[in-house]
């Protein structure tokens, strides 16, 4: 997948510049922790991925979102 083609999928783009795209949120079956489920689309081979909600949402020490939210035309 070109960069192009992933930024027309993608709902946010990681600290280091991969995008990647939210499924949704889920919880876990043992302690009900929300985690998002999300697929990464570029620059390496597509993937479904979990992290908890709080981690994926945390800001980084420098101030810097870990995923930031990409604008999305309505």
């Known amino acids: 997948m070109t960069e192009t083609e ?3 999928l993608a709902t946010h783009r990681h600290y280091k510049g991969g995008l990647y795209r939210v499924i ?5 079956s043992e ?3 929300a985690m998002i489920v999300y ?3 570029w620059p390496h081979e597509r993937g479904l991925w979990v992290r908890p909600a ?3 949402n945390e800001t ?4 810097t979102p870990r ?3 990409l ?3 309505l």
């Open 31 to 33: 302690t009900e922790e």
């Open 60 to 63: 980084l020490a420098d101030g």
């Open 6 to 8: 992933a930024r027309a």
């Open 54 to 56: 709080a981690m994926f």
């Open 67 to 69: 995923f930031a939210p």
């Open 39 to 41: 697929e990464h689309l």
């Open 24 to 28: 949704g949120v889920a919880r876990h």
């Open 71 to 73: 604008d999305i035309p």
